[in-house]
Nanobody
Framework: QVQLVESGGGLVQPGGSLRLSCAAS????????MGWYRQAPGKERELVAV???????TYADSVKGRFTISRDIAKNTVSLQMNSLKPEDTAVYSC???????????????WGQGTLVTVSS
């Protein structure tokens, strides 16, 4: 069983910063990509940022230049540094990973429980 546990959400004023972290634990053989998604009230879940095992990053246009994703492959963790936050960044942020539990199994998608980020004055 593989678990993703997020931390770091909360309330922040517009223009402020927050750092989200996600740690993967359990029976892990390897992790391909790790990333962050978000879902705002009444909206569909959307990709925020993803980082591959080759440390290639992809960002949503709405967060480019403000958010930075990073990864510690040895510790199976991923972080999202969020700067210049806007009210429209308010959402539940969920960690995602593509995980193999053995050498011969396929990668499967694992999700964290989500952490709420609220940007408001």
């Amino acid at each position: 069983q593989v678990q993703l546990v997020e931390s770091g959400g909360g309330l922040v004023q517009p223009g402020g910063s927050l750092r989200l972290s996600c740690a993967a634990s359990g029976s892990i053989f390897s992790i391909n990509s790790m990333g962050w998604y978000r879902q705002a009230p009444g909206k569909e879940r959307e990709l925020v940022a993803v980082i591959t095992s080759g440390v290639i990053t992809t960002y949503a246009d709405s967060v480019k230049g403000r958010f930075t994703i990073s990864r510690d492959i040895a510790k199976n963790t991923v972080s999202l540094q969020m700067n210049s936050l806007k009210p429209e960044d308010t959402a539940v942020y969920s960690c995602n990973a593509l995980v193999k539990v053995t050498a011969i199994t396929r990668y499967r998608e694992v999700w964290g429980q989500g952490t709420l980020v609220t940007v408001s004055s």
